[in-house]
């Protein structure tokens, strides 16, 4: 029973999570109040792994979730959980969207989509600081994670100063500052 939960929980997620694996953010908190099959302290761990290593990052996190709560077993059906949709969508319009690819309304829903999809990221990115740089949920200074702003701050220099550098260099040098410092 619990496999058909994690497959129908993450086909939600990959249906409504339109513009990327950070807009299944928000799906993914809901799911750890409704499910608790993860922490929010979890979910910003899977973030940070899932955008450090190579495939989509929806993908990742829908694995790693799968795996926490039924083993491997469960990685393949939150992973076949997430994709489906996809697959379905991809699969209903390809025969017709190549004749409407030049309709005005086809390029105007597409367009409007794009405000909903930057907002799901925005709202994921704002919902994750607080995990991030405090120890509780209450946000002051007495909670602040002092290493956790001074690594973010010395990369935002770092990336204003080296911008030709490749950002795979900077999430590598987060990964290492991270293991050392337990972050």
Known sequence: M???????EFFKVGLF?????????????????????????????????????????????????GYLTSGLTGEIVATLGIITPSIIIILSIAKFLKA?????????????????????IASATISLIPIVF???????????????????????????KYNKIHPACFILIAAIAGVVFQL
């Open 2 to 8: 619990e496999l058909i939960q994690l497959f129908f």
């Open 17 to 65: 999570a339109i513009g990327g694996g950070l807009a299944t953010i928000p799906f993914l908190q809901e799911m750890s109040v409704n499910t608790g099959w993860f922490t929010l302290s979890q979910l910003a761990d899977m973030v940070a792994i899932s955008e450090s290593t190579p495939g989509p990052i929806g993908i990742n996190m829908a694995s790693y979730v």
């Open 100 to 120: 409407f690819k030049n309709n005005t309304y086809v390029k105007s829903a597409f367009y409007s989509m794009r405000p909903a999809s930057s907002a799901l």
């Open 134 to 160: 405090f120890t509780k949920s209450m946000i002051n200074v007495d909670n602040l994670k002092i290493n956790c702003v001074v690594l973010f701050i010395v990369l935002f220099l770092l990336i204003k």
